[in-house]
């Protein structure tokens, strides 16, 4: 039972949340997985005769290539994002990092983009390029691109997304003279 009768005016709840994943990404995960316990087998149970020397920088860039492959791929299997009255919050992967928190006082507007493409960006994950901004891409397909009032852009592929921008809109909207949004 309700405590107060819902918000009518509101078509949206108080807080708005979109995912979008790539399953993809598990297998380039697994590649890393399989280059760091070449790294460790090799520390481990090693009869190189090549010498010392050729044996630890082997271990050492198997090791550090696997870790480096693990973490951009798992970091970058998902993204969530969270829209609530005051910020828009991205976060990246299972552990939520990267992470970027922006006021929605500084989104100047929201557009939904249909075809958004790794290619686009240069590949998957936290992007930058000076051209066209800032983006976090997982996957292929629809995303929110938001104008900052900085005059920088930011694109999230995002499910949902034409709902997502219908819900940043009305948060953009300025109060109405009772106080409520639009």
Not at 40 to 64: Q, R
Not at 72 to 87: C, H, P
Not at 90 to 114: D, Q, S, T, W, Y
Not at 153 to 182: K, Q, Y
Request: with cysteine; proline share 6%; net charge positive.
């Amino acid at each position: 039972m309700r405590d107060h009768p819902p918000d009518e005016e509101s078509p949206h709840p108080e807080v708005w949340t979109g995912r979008a994943t790539n399953r993809f990404q598990w297998l380039t995960a697994l590649a890393g997985a399989a280059c760091l316990a070449l790294g460790i087998e090799l520390a481990v149970d090693s009869a190189w005769t090549s010498g010392t020397a050729a044996l630890l920088m082997s271990v050492i860039g198997c090791i550090a290539a696997g870790l480096l492959v693990l973490y951009g791929t798992l970091a970058f299997v998902n993204v969530a994002l969270k829209v609530d009255r005051e910020f828009l919050e991205v976060r990246c992967g299972h552990m939520g990092l990267p992470r970027r928190r922006i006021p929605l006082k500084n989104v100047a507007g929201a557009e939904f983009e249909p075809h958004v493409t790794p290619r686009q960006w240069g590949g998957w994950g936290y992007r930058w390029r000076p051209e066209k901004g800032t983006a976090v891409i997982v996957r292929r397909g629809e995303g929110i691109v938001l104008s900052l009032w900085d005059g920088h852009t930011f694109t999230i592929t995002v499910d949902n997304a034409e709902t997502g921008v219908r819900v940043i809109r009305d948060r953009l909207r300025p109060p109405t003279a009772s106080g409520r949004l639009n």
